[in-house]
């Protein structure tokens, strides 16, 4: 669990965190599910958790970071969202300013997922990358233009003319051999 909650906004403002996990919400001892019995504007300010304005904008950006701790009674390692509103003593109905969303490996995961990745450039492929990087020249050799003679392999660059990585290749008494990929220089 993230040690503290944390956003960036304007400077000046008063804020305070909702914090949610999964169905339930904190209501200042426990989370509770908010649709049970009790849960009214007193119950919803109760659970509200005040944050502080630090950092405060030295560069002209008008920004400064505002946090809080995260109550001691909450789960360790639990996966919080929070959400912030403005105001000393908002109300149930006010618009949120900010989240935060605790991320989990599974969200690291698909984000890394999720971005571009460049081809992989001219060079020996390493001997033991990490397993994005064997996707991406598995991608690439999949992809690009090759050639193979009776004694090279040559993959190219994205441009079609310049051999990016190639290997030797021989046939003898009917075993063709192929031998490790290599710098296409």
Not at 29 to 36: E, F, L, N, R, Y
Request: charged residues 20%.
């Amino acid at each position: 669990m993230t040690e503290e909650i944390r956003t960036v906004l304007e400077t000046g403002k008063t804020l305070k965190a909702e914090i949610w996990l999964l169905a339930t919400r904190w209501n200042g001892s426990a989370m509770v599910d908010p649709s049970a019995a009790g849960q009214d504007t007193a119950a919803w300010k109760a659970g509200l958790v005040a944050c502080t304005e630090k950092q405060t904008a030295t560069d002209g950006d008008g920004m400064s970071v505002y946090t809080a701790d995260y109550p001691g009674a909450l789960t360790q390692n639990a996966v919080y969202e929070v959400i912030f509103v403005e105001g000393a003593d908002p109300e149930p109905t006010a618009i949120p300013v900010a989240f935060q969303h605790n991320p989990t490996e599974y969200d690291a995961v698909l984000a890394m997922l999720d971005d571009a990745r460049p081809e992989p450039g001219q060079g020996a492929p390493a001997v033991n990358p990490d397993a994005m990087t064997k996707l991406d020249y598995l991608f690439k050799a999949w992809r690009n233009k090759s050639t193979q003679t009776a004694t090279e392999y040559d993959l190219y660059a994205n441009d079609g003319s310049t051999v990016d990585q190639k290997a030797t290749v021989s046939d003898v008494a009917g075993t063709a051999t192929k031998g490790k990929v290599i710098t296409g220089l």
